[in-house]
C-alpha cells in the first residue's frame, strides 16, 4: 500500500467523531482493507499481484453469414436450357405468354433421335430441306413452342399442335393453351374415361398464383439455348446420321 493511500484511509476515520473507540477501529480496519484492494487493481477487485488476462475471442458465425440473394438487383436472370413439354405433360396450371406475336414461334421441325445409354429418345430441331431429302415424312414431327410457365415462374417451352386439328386431342389442346394467355389453365387427358381429349380447367382463383415474371429474352434465344447441340443444320450431323443408319467417323 502507498503512503498516501494509507493516510487518506487514516484520515477518514478520524472524521468520524461520532464513532466509539470500537466503532472506529473496526472502521480504520475496514477503510484500510479498501485501500489495499484499490491499490491491488485500481478497481477494488483484485490484489497488488493480479494480472488481468484477456479471454481469446469465440467463433462468430455473423462475420460468414449469407447477407445478399443470388441474383444482382435489377438484373434479369438468364434462362437457359428450359425445358419441352406439352400442357398436359406440365400437370399443373400453366400461363402462356400472352404476346403471341414475339413469343409463340411459327410452325418448327422435329425429330426424335435415340441416344445410346439414354431411356429416351432426344428431341431435335431440323431443318425442313434436309429432313425432306433424307427421312419419311412420319418420323418428322411439325409443332409451334411457346414460352410457358408453370406457378412460380417454373418455366418451360410449350409443344402447341399446328397438324391434325380436327383431331379432338389437339382441338382441346389448343383452346387450352390460348385460354392460357390470361387464365391458370389445367389440361388433363380424359383417356382414362374413354374419352378422346383433354379436360381443360382454370384456376378457381385467378389469383390464385402470382402472376408470372417474364424474361426479357427472345424467343429465339430461349430456343437457341433449349436445344443447344441439338440442331440438325447438315448432312453430316451425327444425330441424322443416326436416323438415317449412316456409319459415323470414329475420329
Not at 84 to 111: G, N, T
Request: proline content about 6%; charged content about 25%.
Amino acid at each position: 500500500m502507498t503512503d498516501s493511500l494509507r493516510k487518506d484511509a487514516l484520515e477518514t476515520c478520524k472524521t468520524d467523531v461520532a464513532a466509539t473507540p470500537e466503532e472506529a477501529h473496526v472502521k480504520e480496519a475496514e477503510a484500510l482493507a479498501s485501500a489495499e484492494n484499490a491499490a491491488g487493481d485500481g478497481n477494488g477487485n483484485g490484489s497488488a499481484s493480479a494480472v488481468a488476462i484477456p479471454k481469446p475471442g469465440g467463433f462468430d458465425f455473423n462475420k460468414f453469414k449469407s447477407k445478399r440473394a443470388d441474383a444482382i438487383a435489377n438484373v434479369d436472370t438468364l434462362q437457359t436450357g428450359l425445358p419441352i413439354s406439352s400442357m398436359s405433360q406440365a400437370k399443373d396450371f400453366v400461363r402462356l405468354h400472352p404476346d403471341e406475336d414475339f413469343y409463340w414461334s411459327p410452325e418448327l421441325c422435329f425429330v426424335m433421335v435415340p441416344i445410346k445409354g439414354a431411356k429416351r429418345d432426344s428431341l431435335h430441331l431440323i431443318e425442313e430441306d434436309l429432313a425432306m431429302l433424307h427421312l419419311p415424312s412420319g418420323k418428322v414431327l411439325r409443332f409451334r413452342l411457346a414460352l410457358a410457365t408453370k406457378p412460380h415462374d417454373s418455366f418451360f417451352l410449350c409443344r402447341i399442335p399446328t397438324r391434325n386439328l380436327d383431331n379432338k386431342w389437339n382441338q382441346d389442346n389448343i383452346a387450352g393453351c390460348e385460354q392460357a394467355k390470361t387464365l391458370w389453365t389445367q389440361a388433363t387427358s380424359r383417356g382414362e374415361e374413354c374419352i378422346d381429349g383433354y379436360f381443360v380447367q382454370v384456376a378457381r382463383d385467378p389469383d390464385a398464383f402470382p402472376e408470372p415474371k417474364w424474361p426479357e429474352q427472345s424467343l429465339s434465344d430461349l430456343i437457341d439455348r433449349a436445344f443447344a447441340g441439338r440442331m440438325i443444320m447438315s448432312e453430316d450431323h451425327p444425330a441424322l446420321l443416326r436416323l438415317i443408319g449412316a456409319k459415323q467417323s470414329v475420329s
